[in-house]
Nanobody, 121 residues
Framework: QVQLVESGGGLVRAGESLRLSCVAS????????MGWFRQAPGKEREFVAV????????KHADSGKDRFRISRDNGKNTLYLQMNNLKPEDTAVYYC??????????????WGQGTQVTVSS
């Protein structure tokens, strides 16, 4: 089992930045691809970004390309999502996941509880 706890969400204005964090515990962190998904009200959950186990490969959804950057620190068992130039359409609950890399996305095996990001116009 892997336990995932997200933090860093909040209310920001359009154009501002946030950095989400996800701390993992349980099985070895560096054994998993890690990713972020999000779900907006009334919409299906969607892929945001994925990073492979050693951090050498990343993929981002078109919606966040050039604005979002996923990274990980295996020494701290922590996953990050740097989000810049946020837009109101980025408003969603953001979920941290651990699983298997399936380019250009991933197959999540574990999910965090989610952190709310709200962007006002």
């Amino acid at each position: 089992q892997v336990q995932l706890v997200e933090s860093g969400g909040g209310l920001v204005r359009a154009g501002e930045s946030l950095r989400l964090s996800c701390v993992a515990s349980g099985r070895p962190f560096n054994g998993y691809a890690m990713g972020w998904f999000r779900q907006a009200p009334g919409k299906e959950r969607e892929f945001v970004a994925v990073i492979n186990s050693n951090g050498g490969l990343t993929k981002h959804a078109d919606s966040g390309k050039d604005r979002f950057r996923i990274s990980r620190d295996n020494g701290k068992n922590t996953l990050y999502l740097q989000m810049n130039n946020l837009k109101p359409e980025d408003t969603a609950v953001y979920y941290c996941t651990a699983g298997i890399l399936e380019i250009p996305t991933m197959k999540p095996n574990y999910w965090g509880q989610g952190t709310q990001v709200t962007v006002s116009s």
